[in-house]
Each structure stands twice: as structure tokens, then as C-alpha cells.
């Protein structure tokens, strides 16, 4: 018997529906051409998940009547630059792909990103698909609309907002994550968890996740789809996503990124979990309880660098705005609010949240 989907409406311009399940890869084809009427689809991907996915991927869109071509990347951030942008977009164009064809997102963020960058650019702007493969890219980029490359000045600082047409998450992809990649995913959806749903939160608290992905996956596209409805273009309350992410980015930074986003975002949380405590902000104690649940997940709760390195890197960032910065406070495990402090104070918020007990 066929695998029950779970479908999340995500209401932006346009609309578009997020299906979660396992086996999905072997039926894409038939769930992208409810979205899209079969044309051509140019897939992108990754070295890794073509050896893995792409068979099943291209058979089941020519099953569903697209007509396939096919461009691989070298996996890895490395590859998310302009370089590789044009690549794909010579691609494309080598393709002939027209305006009423698609481009197909088959990986984890790197692909999702860039896959969707060069769709938005390419003939000023063709539809794409997203099938994430990485639980980071499930639970969060593949939903939203941020497309982007890396510059050399910074993370992703070329990039368009262009939703997608479809997202179709098959949770057996995630089954094959190496187990650090697996936890990389798990920070964002911890962060979720504290931010808005301490049932999802809770489901973390185990040894073996593997029995709650799709549930995972659609309690955190359900709130993500939630926030980018109300703010498509990221004016305001996106930034309530960002909790954990004002440190976490500044740790990233300061490691010239070898410390990955998931794991950054894990000890920046950690940290502004503990001040909001000692500082007296939130409204009952969970720095404990959510720490715990991080080392659960084999993810840090601490770093190396100083709050004052950690503030210095993070007032360079683009959150901030003029004499204030705009943190995501903790007040309990599923509620969390904006709180703006002067710049000034912010070594000494994250020195409050530095002890790791
Ligand atoms: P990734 O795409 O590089 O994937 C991580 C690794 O896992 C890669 O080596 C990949 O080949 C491999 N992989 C992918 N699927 C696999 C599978 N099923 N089994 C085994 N291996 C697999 O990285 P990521 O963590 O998915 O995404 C990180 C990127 O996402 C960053 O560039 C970040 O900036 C971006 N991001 C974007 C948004 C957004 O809203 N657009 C949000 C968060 C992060
Ligand atoms: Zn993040």
C-alpha cells in the first residue's frame, strides 16, 4: 500500500504544496506534474545524491511524461559560488530549456539554493522544484523562497527570492545522511521546536529519530510555511527564525566556516537560551532541558571564542540595524519574542549565556 502523504499548503505568490513521505522520489514525477504540466526538466544535483537518487528521480519524471537532462556539481559549500552559478546557466541555455520548462532541485541546500538562483536568473526567471535530500534542507531551505551563492566576501550575498512551484520530501532520502549532516538538520529543527512547538521539540528527546522524520519535517514546514506567508520578502518576521542565529552566524564566521550552520546554530541557541535565564527574560527555565536535548542530538552547546569575538563578528552582520540588534529571546520551550538591545550590550548578553553547565 502506498505510503499516506502529508500535504502542507504553503500560501505564497504563488501558492504552492510541500508533500512528505517516505518513497516519494519514485512517485515526483507524477506529484510535480500536478503542479506543473510536463515539459522539460532539467535536473540538478549533486555528485553524492546522483549516485544515490537521480535514477529513481529521471524515471519517474519520464514516467510522468517530462522530457529529462541532467547537470552534476562537485557536492559541498565549495561549489555554492558564481562559478558554478553559470555553469548551470550555460547549461540551461546549451539545453535550450525554454520559459515553460523546469528546473528540478535534487539535494540538500547547496543544490536547493543554487538550483533555484539559476532559475530565477535564467530567461529572467523559469519555475523549479525542490526535492530535498538533506534533513536541513527539509525542514527548512527547501520552503520559502531564499535562493543564493556564496560570494568571497561572505555567505549568501548574491542570491533572489523566487518560489518554488512544488517540494516533494521523501523522508527515506534522509535515512543515508551521514550522521553529522543528520544532526546539522536536527539544530534547525530544535530551533523550531523551542520557537513555536514544544511537542516537536519533545520529539528530540529520544536515541532514534528515525521513527518521527515526516512528523518532523511537516511540524516544521507547517511553522516555516506560517512565517514566509505573512512575510515573503523577509521585512520583519522572518526574523523571529533566526533565533540562535546571531551567535550561531558569528561562530560560522569566525571558524571561516568549517564549523557547519546546524552545529554554529546549536551553540549560538545554546548560549542565548542561558542568558535570556540569567538575564531574567524568559518565563520559566529551560536552558537545561534544551541543552540537554542538543547533546542528545550529538550537537555542541558551547565554543571556543570569546562573547566579545562573537559580538564583534556578529555587529558586521546583516541583522544589524544602526545602534541596536534585534535578538530572538527565549520566554519558554515553544515561545520565543523579538527583543531589541544596543549594540553595545551584546558581549555582555552572550558573556551571561557563556557557562555551558
Ligand atoms: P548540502 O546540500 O551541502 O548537503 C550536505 C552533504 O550531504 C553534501 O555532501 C551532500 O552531497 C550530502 N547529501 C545530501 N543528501 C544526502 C543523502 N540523502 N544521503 C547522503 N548524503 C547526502 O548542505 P545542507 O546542509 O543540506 O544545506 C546547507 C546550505 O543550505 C547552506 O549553503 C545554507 O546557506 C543553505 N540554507 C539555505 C536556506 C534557505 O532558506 N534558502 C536556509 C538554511 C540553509
Ligand atoms: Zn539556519
Redesign the pocket.
Known sequence: MANTIQTIPIKTQPEYAVSIAPGLLDRCGGLIASALAPCRAAVIT????AG??LLQVEDSLRAAGFAVCVYIFP???KS?NLSTLSQVLEFLAQEQLTRSDCVVAL???????MAGFAAGCYLRGVRYVQLP??L??AV??SV?G???VDLRYG??LAGLFLQPSAVVCDTD??K???PL?RA??AA?AIKTGVLSDEGLFTLFDTDDLTADLGEIVARCIAFKGSVVERDELDNGLRRTLNLGHTAGHAIEKCSGYTIH?GHAVAAGLSIIVRAAEALGWTEEPCAKRICAVLRRNSLPTGTEYSPQTLASAALADKKRRGDEIALVIPRKIGKCEMKTVPVGELASIFAAGWEDR
Open positions: 549533486d555528485s553524492n545524491v544515490l537518487y557536492a559541498g559549500e555554492k539535494g540538500g541546500g547547496v543544490c536547493g539554493d535530500t538533506t536541513l534542507s527548512d531551505s520559502g531564499k535562493t543564493a555567505k549568501n532520502c534522509l543515508t545522511l551521514p549532516e546539522n538538520g534547525e550552520h
